[in-house]
C-alpha cells in the first residue's frame, strides 16, 4: 500500500469555503502599496514638491505618468486578486 501523501489527502479535506474564493493577500497588499505610490505622485503635484536627483530636477510630466500607471496597475492587480 503505497504512503498518502499530503497531494493525495488534499482532496479528502473539505474547507468551510471554496477554494476559488480564497482572496490573495500578496495581491491586496501589492495594490495598496501601488495605490499609496501614486497618491504620492498626486500629492506633489499638488503641493508643487521639487525632487532633484544627483543635481537633475526631474519635471512634473514625470509624476503625472507614474501616477497613472500606479494607478492603473493597482486597479489591475486589485481585481486580479480574486481568481
Do not use: Q, Y
Not at 501523501?5 to 491586496?28: C, E, G, N, Q, Y
Not at 543635481?55 to 489591475?76: D, K, N, Q, R, T
Request: charged share 10%; proline share 10%; glycine share 4%.
Amino acid at each position: 500500500m503505497p504512503v498518502p501523501t499530503a497531494v493525495t489527502w488534499l482532496p479528502l479535506v473539505s474547507a468551510p469555503f471554496p477554494r476559488r474564493d480564497i482572496m490573495k493577500p500578496f495581491s491586496s497588499i501589492a495594490a495598496a502599496i501601488l495605490a499609496v505610490f501614486g497618491l504620492v505622485h498626486l500629492l506633489r503635484l499638488i503641493g508643487g514638491w521639487s525632487v532633484v536627483v544627483n543635481g537633475f530636477e526631474v519635471p512634473m510630466w514625470v509624476s503625472i505618468v507614474a501616477l497613472i500607471v500606479s494607478w492603473v496597475l493597482a486597479a489591475m492587480v486589485w481585481r486580479e486578486r480574486r481568481p
